[in-house]
T-cell receptor, first 112, second 115 residues
Framework: DGGITQSPKYLFRKEGQNVTLSCEQN?????MYWYRQDPGQGLRLIYY???????QKGDIAEGYSVSREKKESFPLTVTSAQKNPTAFYLC???????????FGDGTRLSIL | AQSVTQLGSHVSVSEGALVLLRCNYS??????LFWYVQYPNQGLQLLLK??????LVKGINGFEAEFKKSETSFHLTKPSAHMSDAAEYFC?????????????FGTGARLKVLA
């Protein structure tokens, strides 16, 4: 069954630590996205990639980094520069940028 | 520039009553419009989409939405609410801006269904 897998489901970060959230898709989609969701604020775009080896900053990229070395994978690193990382992170993919997005089940990141 | 406005962040309806979730958009080009549903601690699932053609779009779980260009609206409706419809609903718009498709989500509407 095709879909998007995010791991881990829950993640805890210590002060000054970088953490990486995994996102893998087997839908053969070109475009992939990372969103941050906070209560009452909807989805805010962190980074997106429309093709392998290329990605662009979204609206709230500061303190985050990504890579897109393979079509199937789009990991997100939350760096120590992100001072308020506690949120629900969602990864999505789509065939092309104007088509419906398919979402993973999210990773909830908290600070220890 | 594109934008999406969802009026009413919290909506309550009685079981069996009409569900109406409002979405207004702004787009300088013909938009693609979407409704998604999110259950607690899960990702978003596509309910329905409008690209071109028929303006009344039917989706999953008995939901439908009508694209009204003159009103720049894409409201989501369901004739009879079920307890299982309780969730958060997001409207989204996609359109070409400076040669790139931008995808914008609304802030969401939490639907509560009362027994």
């Amino acid at each position: 069954d095709g879909g998007i897998t995010q791991s881990p489901k829950y993640l805890f970060r210590k002060e000054g630590q970088n953490v990486t959230l995994s996102c893998e898709q087997n839908l053969n989609h070109d475009a992939m996205y990372w969103y941050r969701q906070d209560p009452g604020q909807g989805l805010r775009l962190i980074y997106y990639s429309q093709i392998v080896n290329d990605f662009q900053k979204g609206d709230i990229a500061e303190g985050y980094s990504v890579s897109r070395e393979k079509k199937e994978s789009f990991p997100l690193t939350v760096t120590s520069a992100q001072k308020n990382p506690t949120a629900f992170y969602l990864c999505a993919s789509s065939i092309t940028a104007n088509q419906p997005q398919h979402f993973g089940d999210g990773t909830r990141l908290s600070i220890l | 520039a594109q934008s999406v406005t969802q009026l009413g962040s919290h909506v309550s309806v009685s079981e069996g009553a009409l569900v109406l979730l409002r979405c207004n958009y702004s787009s300088s080009v013909p938009p693609y419009l979407f409704w998604y549903v999110q259950y607690p601690n899960q990702g978003l699932q596509l309910l329905l989409k409008y690209t071109t053609g028929a303006t009344l779009v039917k989706g999953i779980n008995g939901f439908e939405a009508e694209f009204k260009k003159s009103e720049t609206s894409f409201h989501l409706t369901k004739p009879s609410a079920h307890m299982s419809d309780a969730a958060e609903y997001f409207c989204a718009v996609s359109g070409l801006t400076s040669g790139t498709y931008k995808y914008i989500f609304g802030t969401g509407a939490r639907l509560k269904v009362l027994a």
